[in-house]
């Protein structure tokens, strides 16, 4: 199952550039300031301007990308007051999207979550890091979906998707990703009708990724536009 699909596809995102966009930056293949040329997109996706910039705006919409007039857009690239808030915010949030899935996840959410951890191992099996990283950020979203608050899921989509960057910009440790293993134990917690322990492991889960921010900016440069999106080495 290709969880990555499922998500463009539920998120009702339809537009290839956004679609593009967004998975590049989840799988850390466009770094933070990477500019995005109107004319270069069009001719990587093969779609006119209007898609393009629709896409764009989207994307804005996600703080996901800067648009800045007569300069272009660029990937965003939060500061560390901007990590600070994103992280602490997920601290709050998430740990009750993880108490309140513990209460409401029925036998078919557990599956899908037993299913995405499979997933996430094999693509660190395979050295798919970037995928991987994106798995990672998507479970989160799952357990938001399963815990049945709307506005709850909202939320933490958002906030996912922009700590994919600063993962990218502020955590430099080998392999950067969630702990494989934490999701185990979330899943354990969940199946077992656990909201005390889910909630708890969700936070200190949250608490771990958020001391492991390094401050000290290290960005990739060398490779194109096309080469990130499209994904090649």
């Known amino acids: 199952m290709d969880f990555e699909d499922e998500r463009d ?5 339809a537009n290839p550039v956004f679609i593009g966009v967004e998975r590049a930056i989840h799988e850390h293949r466009l770094p933070p300031g990477t500019r995005l040329a109107e004319a270069e997109l069009c001719e990587i996706y093969g779609v006119s301007r209007t898609i393009v910039r629709a896409g764009l705006q989207a994307l804005t919409h996600s703080q996901l990308v800067t648009l800045v007039p ?4 660029s990937v965003a690239k939060p500061t560390p007051a901007d990590a600070q808030e994103v992280f602490e915010a997920r601290e709050l949030i998430e740990p009750r999207t993880a108490r309140e899935a513990a209460r409401h996840a029925t036998p078919a959410d ?6 995405h951890s499979a997933e996430e191992h094999k693509a660190l099996d395979a050295r798919e890091y970037g995928r991987s990283l994106r798995l990672s950020g998507l479970f989160h979203v799952e357990i938001a979906r399963i815990s049945g608050q709307k506005t709850l899921l909202g939320f933490v989509d958002q906030l996912v998707s922009r700590s994919a960057l600063i993962i990218a910009l502020y955590w430099h440790r080998e392999r950067a990703r969630c702990d494989s293993h934490h999701h185990e134990r979330l899943i354990d917690a969940i199946a077992a009708g656990k909201p005390d322990e889910a909630e708890t492991l969700m936070r200190s889960h949250l608490i771990d990724i958020h001391t492991a921010l390094d401050f000290r900016e290290e960005t990739d440069t060398q490779r194109s536009l096309r080469d990130r999106l499209l994904g090649a080495d």
């Open 9 to 13: 596809r539920h998120g009702g995102r």
């Open 70 to 73: 007569n300069r272009g857009a």
């Open 110 to 115: 557990i599956e899908l979550l037993l299913q």
